[in-house]
């Protein structure tokens, strides 16, 4: 099958990857002109451990290429898989502009009975008026399908690979057989159902997990008022079938490409449609205060963060990505710096581009970034970072270690004569 994959970003280039390595010809397709020379070049623009890999052995078999021709891409494609962002606009409405903009580049080109297919997370809607767009430009006949994704960015090529569930989206029973022929390679589930299901499973995924860490966070400053554990709470609670001891992170708030959008966006949706007084508008509001209700704490905890100096352990949203997109460290550095401190920081892979009246270092190991630090707080769980050793950066200057995700046994940490801060427990 021929497969045009549009948007060569994270799930993109994943899915162009995989779906070649199904045997099927595809090709990438892009409006940044650098995005594809380093692709055509067989190097990723970005970290996602696996998919260089990948990338170059389907590239070497001749089953993936790149281009930023639409016409290129588009002329031979049986499906074309719109995989381009749709970042939530400043009233938390998806913003569709990328969506639609390939729905007018793309109409000129299309063949006859090609599926379009939309990837991205959009709300419902949004494939209607991709095809109407389409249909203004051309009068080929042509099926519309929506194909949500589920992967997550730090195993996005396992994820791809091995599947939860493949989601199809239809109303033609062509297009089922079709997209079903594109994943048959795959030992996943595949549902059918309707347009709006496919693309309301995809929020209602993210809306789930980002208000289960919501509700977490809440049990947390609780347990921080009365003296009560709430890794204790979890391991308590986790005994239940019907609730389970896995996916509950007490921390910062969730963060990252795609939970605060999509929770926004669910939200935003749910006010357009009258639904108000909907959950998901006050998840999205308690988490985006949460990270500022806990630096405050903190520096309370600390007693001023004014000239210290203060190790910030992990930049990226989490770990195995070097992903920036709403990461703590973008509302951390900034705080802290308004304090008057000084930051020192280490991520095995992402990199933090402070601002101008930001005394921000970044350093290449726990060790430099701890060497003069007043203060060390541990923001993500990259396997170095909660695996290191403390022999190495042991100083009687630090007093303080913050454990931003609870994954230090605070009595270690205390047998070090550091003051322990932890979420939800002491
Ligand atoms: N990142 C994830 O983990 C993840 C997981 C599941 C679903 N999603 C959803 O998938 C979609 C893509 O996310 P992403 O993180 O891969 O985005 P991204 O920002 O990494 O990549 C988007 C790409 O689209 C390209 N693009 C924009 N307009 C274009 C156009 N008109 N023609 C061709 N290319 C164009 C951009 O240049 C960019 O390379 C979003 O809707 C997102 O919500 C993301």
Not at 98 to 117: G, M, R, T, W
Not at 240 to 259: A, E, M, N, T
Request: charged share 20%; with cysteine; net charge negative.
């Amino acid at each position: 099958m021929n497969v045009t994959v549009i948007g060569t970003g994270f799930v993109g280039v994943v899915s162009a990857a995989v779906y070649a390595s199904f045997g099927h010809q595809v090709i990438g397709l892009d409006i940044d002109e650098n995005k594809i020379k380093l692709l055509e070049n067989g190097q990723v623009p970005f970290y996602e451990p696996g998919l260089q890999d990948l990338l170059v052995q389907q590239q070497t078999r001749g089953q993936l290429k790149f281009t930023t021709s639409y016409a290129d891409a588009i002329e031979e494609a049986d499906v074309i898989i719109i995989a381009v962002g749709t970042p939530s606009a400043a009233d938390g409405t998806a913003d569709l502009r990328f969506v639609l903009a390939c729905a007018q580049s793309l109409a000129p080109h299309l063949k006859e009975n090609a599926i379009v297919v939309i990837k991205s997370t959009v709300p419902p809607g949004t494939l209607e008026e991709t095809i109407a767009a389409i249909k203004e430009i051309t009068d080929v006949n042509f099926y519309g399908a929506s194909l949500p994704e589920f992967l997550r960015e730090g195993s996005a090529v396992y994820d791809t690979l091995h599947p939860d569930r493949i989601v199809i989206g239809a109303e033609d029973d062509f297009v089922f057989k079709k997209l079903e022929e594109l994943h048959k390679t795959l030992n996943a589930p595949i549902l059918h159902c309707k347009i709006a299901s496919a693309q309301m499973a995809k929020y209602t995924a993210n809306s789930y997990l980002a208000t289960r860490i919501t509700f977490i966070n809440e049990i947390a400053n609780l347990c921080e008022k009365n003296g009560a554990d709430v890794g204790e709470v979890i391991q308590a609670i986790g005994y239940d079938k019907r609730i389970g001891q896995h996916y509950w992170y007490p921390g910062l708030g969730y963060g990252g490409s795609c939970f605060p959008k999509d929770v926004r966006e669910l939200a935003a949706y749910s006010r357009s449609i009258g639904e108000e007084g909907n959950l998901l508008n006050r998840v999205n509001e308690i988490n985006e205060n949460r990270i500022f209700r806990l630096l405050k704490k903190f520096m309370e905890t600390t007693g001023s963060f004014e000239n210290k100096t203060i190790a910030v352990l992990g930049l990226s949203f989490k770990p195995n990505t070097d992903d920036m997109r709403e990461a703590p460290s973008t509302k951390i550095i900034p705080y802290l710096s308004n304090h008057g401190a000084k930051i020192s920081s280490y991520d095995p892979m992402a990199k933090y581009l402070p601002s101008q009246n930001e005394i921000q270092k970044q350093y290449p190991s726990i060790e430099e970034a701890c060497q003069n630090a007043d203060v060390i707080m541990a923001v993500i769980e990259w396997p170095e970072i909660i695996n290191f050793d403390f022999a190495k950066v042991k100083s009687d200057k630090i007093q303080f270690f913050i454990d931003c995700r609870n994954q230090f046994d605070p009595t270690r940490v205390k047998n070090w004569q550091y003051h322990y801060v932890g979420i939800g427990r002491r």
